[in-house]
Protein backbone atom coordinates (compact mmCIF):
# COMPACT_ATOMS: atom_id res chain seq x y z
CA UNK A 1 0.00 0.00 0.00
CA UNK A 2 2.71 2.38 0.87
CA UNK A 3 5.76 2.87 -1.18
CA UNK A 4 7.67 4.53 1.55
CA UNK A 5 8.45 3.84 5.06
CA UNK A 6 5.56 4.11 7.84
CA UNK A 7 7.23 5.18 10.80
CA UNK A 8 5.63 4.53 14.41
CA UNK A 9 6.34 5.67 18.39
CA UNK A 10 5.49 4.30 20.79
CA UNK A 11 4.99 0.86 18.45
CA UNK A 12 6.29 -1.38 21.12
CA UNK A 13 2.89 -1.46 23.04
CA UNK A 14 -1.06 -0.62 22.52
CA UNK A 15 -2.16 1.61 20.54
CA UNK A 16 1.31 2.14 18.27
CA UNK A 17 1.96 -1.77 18.08
CA UNK A 18 -1.74 -2.16 16.28
CA UNK A 19 -1.18 0.54 13.83
CA UNK A 20 2.68 -1.08 13.14
CA UNK A 21 1.02 -4.44 12.26
CA UNK A 22 -1.88 -2.75 11.02
CA UNK A 23 0.07 -0.95 8.16
CA UNK A 24 2.14 -4.12 8.37
CA UNK A 25 -1.02 -6.02 6.85
CA UNK A 26 -1.10 -4.09 4.18
CA UNK A 27 2.41 -4.78 3.05
CA UNK A 28 3.97 -1.21 4.56
CA UNK A 29 7.36 -1.31 5.14
CA UNK A 30 7.84 -0.41 8.90
CA UNK A 31 10.02 1.75 11.53
CA UNK A 32 9.24 0.42 15.51
CA UNK A 33 10.47 3.26 17.54
CA UNK A 34 10.13 2.93 21.66
CA UNK A 35 12.24 3.60 24.12
CA UNK A 36 12.06 0.42 25.23
CA UNK A 37 14.19 -1.54 22.55
CA UNK A 38 12.85 -5.01 23.04
CA UNK A 39 9.23 -4.16 22.64
CA UNK A 40 10.50 -2.52 19.75
CA UNK A 41 12.23 -5.47 18.67
CA UNK A 42 9.28 -7.67 19.40
CA UNK A 43 6.57 -5.82 17.70
CA UNK A 44 8.81 -5.19 14.46
CA UNK A 45 9.04 -8.84 13.93
CA UNK A 46 5.66 -9.83 14.66
CA UNK A 47 5.47 -6.76 11.89
CA UNK A 48 7.52 -9.14 9.38
CA UNK A 49 5.31 -12.13 10.26
CA UNK A 50 2.19 -9.87 9.56
CA UNK A 51 3.61 -9.46 6.06
CA UNK A 52 5.75 -5.91 6.16
CA UNK A 53 8.11 -5.75 3.88
CA UNK A 54 10.34 -5.05 5.80
CA UNK A 55 10.67 -4.07 9.72
CA UNK A 56 13.19 -2.31 11.48
CA UNK A 57 13.09 -1.56 15.46
CA UNK A 58 14.83 1.77 16.89
CA UNK A 59 15.59 2.66 20.30
CA UNK A 60 14.26 6.35 20.56
CA UNK A 61 13.19 8.48 23.35
CA UNK A 62 10.98 10.66 21.99
CA UNK A 63 11.23 13.45 24.65
CA UNK A 64 15.16 13.79 23.17
CA UNK A 65 16.31 16.02 20.65
CA UNK A 66 19.59 13.80 20.33
CA UNK A 67 17.42 10.75 20.19
CA UNK A 68 14.91 11.72 17.54
CA UNK A 69 17.17 12.76 15.52
CA UNK A 70 18.98 10.03 15.64
CA UNK A 71 16.37 7.56 14.95
CA UNK A 72 15.33 9.21 12.19
CA UNK A 73 19.14 9.00 10.92
CA UNK A 74 18.56 5.12 11.18
CA UNK A 75 15.29 5.24 9.10
CA UNK A 76 15.38 7.65 6.66
CA UNK A 77 12.68 9.70 5.29
CA UNK A 78 8.97 8.00 5.89
CA UNK A 79 6.12 8.30 3.85
CA UNK A 80 3.78 7.97 6.40
CA UNK A 81 4.69 8.95 10.45
CA UNK A 82 2.40 8.08 13.92
CA UNK A 83 3.65 10.40 16.61
CA UNK A 84 1.71 8.32 19.06
CA UNK A 85 4.05 7.97 22.04
CA UNK A 86 2.64 8.68 25.31
CA UNK A 87 2.34 8.54 29.01
CA UNK A 88 0.20 9.27 32.07
CA UNK A 89 0.61 10.36 35.35
CA UNK A 90 -2.27 10.97 37.97
CA UNK A 91 -1.91 13.02 41.38
CA UNK A 92 -4.32 16.17 42.82
CA UNK A 93 -3.19 19.28 40.76
CA UNK A 94 -2.68 20.68 44.29
CA UNK A 95 0.53 17.74 44.96
CA UNK A 96 1.98 17.33 41.62
CA UNK A 97 5.46 16.52 41.58
CA UNK A 98 6.55 19.39 39.20
CA UNK A 99 9.10 16.79 37.80
CA UNK A 100 6.11 14.41 36.99
CA UNK A 101 4.17 17.88 34.84
CA UNK A 102 7.32 18.07 33.26
CA UNK A 103 7.92 14.76 32.29
CA UNK A 104 4.51 14.40 30.51
CA UNK A 105 4.53 17.70 28.68
CA UNK A 106 7.91 16.45 27.83
CA UNK A 107 7.06 13.04 26.65
CA UNK A 108 3.35 13.72 25.10
CA UNK A 109 3.77 17.56 23.58
CA UNK A 110 7.54 17.72 23.20
CA UNK A 111 7.74 14.43 22.07
CA UNK A 112 4.94 15.28 19.01
CA UNK A 113 7.35 18.42 18.02
CA UNK A 114 10.57 16.72 17.91
CA UNK A 115 9.04 13.64 15.85
CA UNK A 116 6.91 15.95 13.35
CA UNK A 117 10.26 18.30 12.87
CA UNK A 118 12.68 15.30 11.76
CA UNK A 119 9.83 13.95 9.63
CA UNK A 120 8.43 17.21 8.40
CA UNK A 121 11.90 18.01 7.58
CA UNK A 122 12.48 14.97 5.29
CA UNK A 123 8.98 15.07 3.81
CA UNK A 124 9.67 18.82 2.59
CA UNK A 125 12.59 17.66 1.22
CA UNK A 126 11.52 14.72 -0.88
CA UNK A 127 8.91 16.62 -1.95
CA UNK A 128 6.52 14.00 -2.37
CA UNK A 129 4.03 14.78 -0.03
CA UNK A 130 2.98 12.66 3.25
CA UNK A 131 1.03 11.87 6.33
CA UNK A 132 1.60 12.78 9.85
CA UNK A 133 -0.97 11.76 12.59
CA UNK A 134 -0.89 12.51 15.87
CA UNK A 135 -2.31 10.78 18.86
CA UNK A 136 -4.69 13.13 20.90
CA UNK A 137 -7.11 12.35 24.08
CA UNK A 138 -10.87 13.30 25.20
CA UNK A 139 -8.82 14.98 27.87
CA UNK A 140 -8.22 17.47 25.06
CA UNK A 141 -11.44 18.59 24.86
CA UNK A 142 -13.08 17.62 28.13
CA UNK A 143 -12.71 17.33 31.68
CA UNK A 144 -12.39 14.44 33.76
CA UNK A 145 -13.32 14.82 37.63
CA UNK A 146 -11.54 13.54 39.95
CA UNK A 147 -8.86 12.07 37.35
CA UNK A 148 -5.62 13.98 38.48
CA UNK A 149 -5.03 14.13 34.50
CA UNK A 150 -4.04 18.06 34.42
CA UNK A 151 -0.96 17.45 33.13
CA UNK A 152 -2.10 14.91 30.72
CA UNK A 153 -4.79 17.20 29.55
CA UNK A 154 -2.82 20.09 29.08
CA UNK A 155 0.12 18.03 27.25
CA UNK A 156 -3.01 16.78 24.74
CA UNK A 157 -4.49 19.88 24.46
CA UNK A 158 -1.28 21.22 23.40
CA UNK A 159 -1.26 18.13 20.49
CA UNK A 160 -4.55 19.34 19.21
CA UNK A 161 -3.65 22.83 19.34
CA UNK A 162 -0.22 21.68 17.15
CA UNK A 163 -2.07 19.41 14.65
CA UNK A 164 -4.16 22.47 13.63
CA UNK A 165 -1.62 24.96 13.58
CA UNK A 166 0.85 22.53 11.91
CA UNK A 167 -1.76 20.98 8.94
CA UNK A 168 -1.75 24.87 7.80
CA UNK A 169 2.23 25.47 7.55
CA UNK A 170 2.53 21.74 5.62
CA UNK A 171 -0.40 22.27 3.09
CA UNK A 172 1.12 23.73 0.76
CA UNK A 173 3.77 21.18 0.64
CA UNK A 174 1.21 18.40 0.23
CA UNK A 175 1.45 16.94 3.45
CA UNK A 176 -1.56 15.79 5.98
CA UNK A 177 -1.57 16.40 9.15
CA UNK A 178 -4.06 15.06 11.60
CA UNK A 179 -4.82 13.29 15.29
CA UNK A 180 -6.51 11.13 16.24
CA UNK A 181 -8.72 10.96 19.46
CA UNK A 182 -8.98 7.22 20.75
CA UNK A 183 -11.53 7.01 23.77
CA UNK A 184 -10.76 4.59 26.39
CA UNK A 185 -8.55 1.73 24.55
CA UNK A 186 -8.04 -1.47 26.47
CA UNK A 187 -3.90 -1.18 26.15
CA UNK A 188 -1.25 -1.35 29.29
CA UNK A 189 -1.86 2.37 29.57
CA UNK A 190 -5.17 1.85 31.26
CA UNK A 191 -3.28 -0.30 33.98
CA UNK A 192 -1.32 2.69 35.21
CA UNK A 193 -0.38 2.52 38.65
CA UNK A 194 -1.79 -0.69 39.14
CA UNK A 195 -5.67 0.29 38.63
CA UNK A 196 -8.13 -2.48 38.82
CA UNK A 197 -9.17 -3.11 35.27
CA UNK A 198 -12.41 -4.82 36.34
CA UNK A 199 -13.66 -1.79 37.93
CA UNK A 200 -12.49 0.31 34.73
CA UNK A 201 -13.99 -2.24 32.54
CA UNK A 202 -17.30 -1.70 34.39
CA UNK A 203 -16.92 1.82 34.74
CA UNK A 204 -16.72 2.12 30.46
CA UNK A 205 -19.75 0.01 30.01
CA UNK A 206 -21.80 2.53 31.89
CA UNK A 207 -20.33 5.82 30.49
CA UNK A 208 -19.31 4.67 27.29
CA UNK A 209 -22.27 4.42 24.72
CA UNK A 210 -20.96 1.46 23.04
CA UNK A 211 -20.54 -0.34 26.32
CA UNK A 212 -16.90 -1.05 26.50
CA UNK A 213 -13.80 -0.23 26.18
CA UNK A 214 -11.89 0.39 22.77
CA UNK A 215 -9.62 -2.18 20.70
CA UNK A 216 -6.24 -1.00 19.72
CA UNK A 217 -7.29 -2.63 16.32
CA UNK A 218 -10.25 -0.55 16.34
CA UNK A 219 -8.21 2.73 16.62
CA UNK A 220 -5.46 1.19 14.44
CA UNK A 221 -8.46 1.55 11.27
CA UNK A 222 -8.90 4.66 12.09
CA UNK A 223 -5.06 6.05 11.62
CA UNK A 224 -4.36 3.59 8.82
CA UNK A 225 -6.99 5.80 7.17
CA UNK A 226 -5.43 8.76 8.26
CA UNK A 227 -1.61 7.32 6.80
CA UNK A 228 -3.35 6.50 3.88
CA UNK A 229 -3.96 8.38 0.81
CA UNK A 230 -7.58 7.08 1.25
CA UNK A 231 -7.84 10.25 3.57
CA UNK A 232 -6.07 12.36 0.44
CA UNK A 233 -8.46 15.67 1.46
CA UNK A 234 -8.44 15.27 5.37
CA UNK A 235 -6.01 18.10 7.17
CA UNK A 236 -6.19 19.54 10.17
CA UNK A 237 -9.09 16.81 11.87
CA UNK A 238 -9.52 14.94 14.65
CA UNK A 239 -10.86 11.65 13.88
CA UNK A 240 -12.76 10.61 17.29
CA UNK A 241 -12.50 6.97 17.66
CA UNK A 242 -14.43 6.75 21.81
CA UNK A 243 -17.40 4.49 21.71
CA UNK A 244 -19.46 7.70 21.25
CA UNK A 245 -18.03 9.06 24.80
CA UNK A 246 -17.78 12.58 23.54
CA UNK A 247 -21.02 12.54 21.50
P1 LIG B 1 0.85 1.98 26.02
O1 LIG B 1 1.38 2.30 27.38
O2 LIG B 1 0.30 0.64 25.74
O3 LIG B 1 1.98 2.30 24.93
C1 LIG B 1 2.78 3.44 24.98
C2 LIG B 1 4.12 3.13 24.34
O4 LIG B 1 4.89 4.35 24.32
C3 LIG B 1 4.95 2.09 25.12
O5 LIG B 1 5.47 1.13 24.23
C4 LIG B 1 6.06 2.91 25.75
O6 LIG B 1 7.27 2.19 25.92
C5 LIG B 1 6.21 4.03 24.74
N1 LIG B 1 6.84 5.21 25.32
C6 LIG B 1 6.64 5.76 26.54
N2 LIG B 1 7.44 6.80 26.72
C7 LIG B 1 8.18 6.93 25.58
C8 LIG B 1 9.20 7.82 25.16
N3 LIG B 1 9.66 8.80 25.95
N4 LIG B 1 9.71 7.67 23.93
C9 LIG B 1 9.28 6.67 23.11
N5 LIG B 1 8.35 5.78 23.46
C10 LIG B 1 7.80 5.92 24.68
O7 LIG B 1 -0.24 3.11 25.78
P2 LIG B 1 -1.31 3.36 24.60
O8 LIG B 1 -2.64 3.33 25.22
O9 LIG B 1 -1.03 2.52 23.42
O10 LIG B 1 -0.99 4.89 24.29
C11 LIG B 1 -0.61 5.34 23.01
C12 LIG B 1 -1.07 6.78 22.87
O11 LIG B 1 -2.50 6.83 22.94
C13 LIG B 1 -0.56 7.72 23.98
O12 LIG B 1 -0.20 8.96 23.42
C14 LIG B 1 -1.78 7.88 24.87
O13 LIG B 1 -1.74 9.10 25.58
C15 LIG B 1 -2.88 7.84 23.85
N6 LIG B 1 -4.21 7.54 24.36
C16 LIG B 1 -4.47 6.36 24.98
C17 LIG B 1 -5.73 6.09 25.45
C18 LIG B 1 -6.08 4.80 26.15
O14 LIG B 1 -7.17 4.72 26.76
N7 LIG B 1 -5.24 3.78 26.11
C19 LIG B 1 -6.82 7.07 25.30
C20 LIG B 1 -6.44 8.27 24.61
C21 LIG B 1 -5.18 8.49 24.16
Not at 151 to 161: E, F, L, R
Not at 208 to 229: H, T
Request: aromatic share 4%; with cysteine; net charge negative.
Amino acid sequence: MWAETVAVTGAGSGIGRAVLLAAAARGARVAALDVDLSAASAAADEALTAGASGAVAVECDVSSEASVAAAFDVIGAPGAVFANAGIEVNAPLHEFPADAWERVVAVNLVGVFLTCREALRRLVEAGRGGSVVCTSSPAAFVGHAGGGNSAYAASKGGVSAFVRSAALDYAPHGIRVNAVVPGATDTAMLRVGGADLGRIREAAAAQIPLGRLGRPDEVAAAVLWLLSGESSYVTGSHLVCDGGLMA
